[in-house]
């Protein structure tokens, strides 16, 4: 069972979404969990990451200040809360659950993957 992403959509520039990742296996509260994302002919990039206990978070340069990750491990869920999109954020958004309990950069560090979700943004 893969983790579920949801909460894209269309929406303006300047404007705000909420993406949620849920683990219905319930087995993810002990890993970091990352958002990476992928648009059309690009490679999939990293966009945030977080630590099992939320006391560690990363971010890419391109959203730092604008996108917040965190989680609520009695819900089994991992947030990003992105605001002040621009049409350079739309993109597919995947989240992923690390190996370790910490967050990463590389896409080798993570194990789970989550089906995908779409976030278009107009400009």
């Known amino acids: 069972v893969q983790l579920q992403a949801s909460g894209g959509g269309l929406v303006q520039a300047g404007g705000s979404l909420r993406l949620s990742c849920v683990d219905p296996r319930r087995t993810f509260n002990n890993n970091g969990v990352g958002w990476f994302r992928q648009a059309p002919g690009k490679e999939r990039e990293f966009v945030a990451g977080i630590s099992w206990n939320s006391a560690s978070t990363i971010y890419a340069d391109s959203v730092k200040g604008r996108f917040i990750i965190s989680r609520d491990n009695t819900k089994n869920t991992v947030y990003l809360q992105m605001n002040s999109l621009k049409p350079e954020d739309t993109a597919a958004y995947y989240c992923?659950?690390?190996?370790?309990?910490?967050?990463?950069?590389?896409?080798?560090?993570?194990?789970?993957w989550g089906q995908g979700t779409l976030v278009t943004v107009s400009s």
């Open positions: 992923a659950a690390a190996r370790s309990s910490y967050g990463s950069r590389s896409l080798d560090a993570y194990r789970s």
